[in-house]
Structures are given as structure tokens and as C-alpha cells.
């Protein structure tokens, strides 16, 4: 049995103690701490059993690690933001307990979206004896599995990748984003990327649009953009040539976005308003409607998976492996929309790999670099199942060759 303390008390943080409450076989004590105890509290009142709670500032190392030694957690599940990743990270090693995390590091002042900053915590975790495990949300995470399933099932090298997320859900709101807002600007304002033939290829904002046809949904505008998985998976998929990354956004939810770039509200430099420093994108933040708050609201589905091309038995071969979520029955089960709980569900999921030792290692790895066969299965059992597809390897299904 083993003891978890989950950090951060957003939409994810409820949907990952949620589901660590359904895994009481594996987890015998669960903490909740974020940095409003409050919060935690809340979400520990909807839980069958019990859930512990904490206050904690995880921008302070020292901190953070005292309160994972008061609390004998064996693992940390960090779902707090990428700005903490790295003080986490500080604290598991102070503590010497192992890490998962759902989105890479982010330093405040800069948009970066790179695994450098963590990556070069490998040494140190490997002679601390224990494991972190990056990325282990749906997109990256789940994706990334379904990469390293494909890999290791169903082709002999991969070629094309293409990583294809919708959300058709619509909440009624003229403009709110479904995760952290400042996050998910950061993410989308950024230059489109993708990677070809060894080589970064960039591209300006949401200039490059496919129209997808996403099963139990249809067909809606996709944009390529650049998406943290891409840069570890191009790195550990065999034979690969291309991956690129896809996701839908609505007409108006794009118009509101140009309109807050134009006037500068998505800027990341800070600025001085009586004699207040502030990112605007900061204040956006506190305007728009807190994320967890969409959740009674979101009604439709999730289709997020990927297109992924290569060679089987010397023969050409294209599939497409994904999942549906739909936000009204993620809302019944745990009180949060389809992207908070496709998130937590498998955020959940790697903390049961690591503390079941289905799971090991010691140093720093990014999810796809993990076994899928026991992952994919527990992502299933625990509400997130997925559909193998095979697609014709001479059809482009619109995206562009
Ligand atoms: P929220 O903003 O809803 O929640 C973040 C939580 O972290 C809040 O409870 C916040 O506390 C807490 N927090 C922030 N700073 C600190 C701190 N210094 N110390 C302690 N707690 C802190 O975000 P989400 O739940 O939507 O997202 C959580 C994470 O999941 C993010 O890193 C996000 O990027 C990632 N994510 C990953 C996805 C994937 O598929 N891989 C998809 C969606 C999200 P307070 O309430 O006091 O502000």
C-alpha cells in the first residue's frame, strides 16, 4: 500500500483525488495540499472516505518537502502549474519520494513549452534512487502512450504522427478557456510548430487549418500548433519522419482571442499599473471565468488520439487510436468537465504504476519511455477507453501530406 500526496487543487487536482479515492486497493492514505486549503477541503467533502488536507506554497522547496515527510507520502502528484515543477521536483529529491507531473516546466517570463529545465534533473534523480515521470495528462500523456502502444504492438517503425485533439463541448459562454486560462493563451498565441525530417519547422499562429472529421463528433476546424509531446517524442519513436500536433477551436472562440492579442491582454511582459507590477495576462486570468467553474455548464464530447503511419510486415499501415469523453457524464462522476477529467484520470493512473512498482526506474523519463500495456489499462478501467482504428495508409483524411 502506498501513501500519495496530489499537489494542486484545481480542476485536475479534484478529478486526480477522485480517482486515487477509487484506487484504495494501491492508495491507503491520500493528501491533498495546494495553496489555498480551502479549496482542498471542498473537493475533500465529496469523497467517500477519507481524504487529508494541507496548505502549501510550492514555490518553496523546503516547504513542500517538510510536508511530504509529514505526511509519509511514498509518491507526489503534481497538478498544481508548470511553474512549480521544478521546486516539486527540489522537494521529491530533498524528501527522496518519486514525482509525476501532467505539463512541463514553464518559467513565468518566458513561453517555452521545453522539457530542458527538467530533463537536466536526471542525474540528480538517478542518484537520489528514485523515478519522475513527466508528462502524464492526456495531451501529453495519454498520447504519448498511445505512440509507444502503437510502437510497440503495432508497427515495426513509425513514420507520420499526427496528435489530433477536439473539444465540441460548449458551455454557453461568450469567451472562457477550459483549463488554466493563462496556460492555455500562452499555448495557443504561441508560433505553430511541428517537427519534419529532424528539423523544427515553424509556422505563424493557427495559420495552417485542416478540416478532421472526429468520430462521435464530425467535422471541425483543426489548427496546427506546437505541443510539448512533440519534442520527447521525436526524439523516442523509432524511424519517425514527422509529427505535428492539432487542436479544434470554434470561430468565436478565435475572434475573442485575436480581439485580446490585438489589445494586448494575452502579453506575458508585465506591466505597472499604480505602482502595481502585473502581467495583463495575469489580470485576464481573474476575469474570465475560473475553469472548474465550466463544468455543470459544458455539455458535448472530447475526441483526442492520434493518426499514426509507418511500417508493419513490410507493409504500409495507418491507424488511429483515441478516445471520446463526454463532459456531462464527467461531470456526474466527479464534478468537473471532460478536460479536467481526461487529465486527472490518467494523472491518477501513473501514480497507481508507480506505487504498484509496474512502473520503475530511477532517473527522469517522459511517460512514453513507461510500459503501456498496464497504463492503457488502468486508463481504460478508470473511465477513459480507447478505440484502435484502421485507416486506408493511401487516404490523407484531409490533413495536409
Ligand atoms: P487550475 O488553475 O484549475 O489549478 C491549479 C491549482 O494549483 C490551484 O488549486 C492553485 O491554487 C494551485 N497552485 C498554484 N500555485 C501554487 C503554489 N505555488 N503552491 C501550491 N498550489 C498552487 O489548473 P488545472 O487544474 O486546470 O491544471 C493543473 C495542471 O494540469 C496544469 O499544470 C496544467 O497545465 C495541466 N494540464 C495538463 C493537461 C494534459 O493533458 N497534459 C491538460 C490540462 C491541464 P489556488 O487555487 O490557490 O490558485
Partial sequence: MAKVLIIGAGGVGRVVTHKCAQMRDVFDEIWLASRTKSKCDAIAAEIDGEIKTAQVDADKPSETADLIRKTGA????????PYQDLTIMDACLDAKVQYIDTANYEPLD??????KWQWEYRERFENAGIMAVLGAGFDPG??????AYAQKHLFDEINYVDILDCNAGDHGLPFATNFNPEINIREITARGRYWDEGRWIETDPL??????DYPEIGVKPSYLLYHEELESLSLNLKGLKRIRFWMTFGEKYLTHLRVLENVGMTSIKPIKIKGVEIAPIEFLKEVLPDPASLGP?????????CIVEGVKDGK????YIYNVCDHEEAYREVKSQAISYTTGVPAACAGRMVATGAWSGKGVFNIEEMDPDPFLKAVSDFGLPWKVVELDPDKAYNLPE
Wanted: proline share 0%.
Fill in 142 to 147: 495519454v498520447t504519448n502512450m498511445y505512440c
Fill in 110 to 115: 518566458t513561453a517555452k513549452f521545453e522539457y
Fill in 316 to 319: 504500409r499501415r495507418k491507424v
Fill in 297 to 305: 455548464l459544458t455539455k458535448g464530447k472530447t475526441n483526442i488520439g
Fill in 207 to 212: 495559420s495552417i487549418r485542416a478540416d478532421f
Fill in 74 to 81: 511514498d509518491l507526489v502528484i503534481n497538478v498544481a502549474l
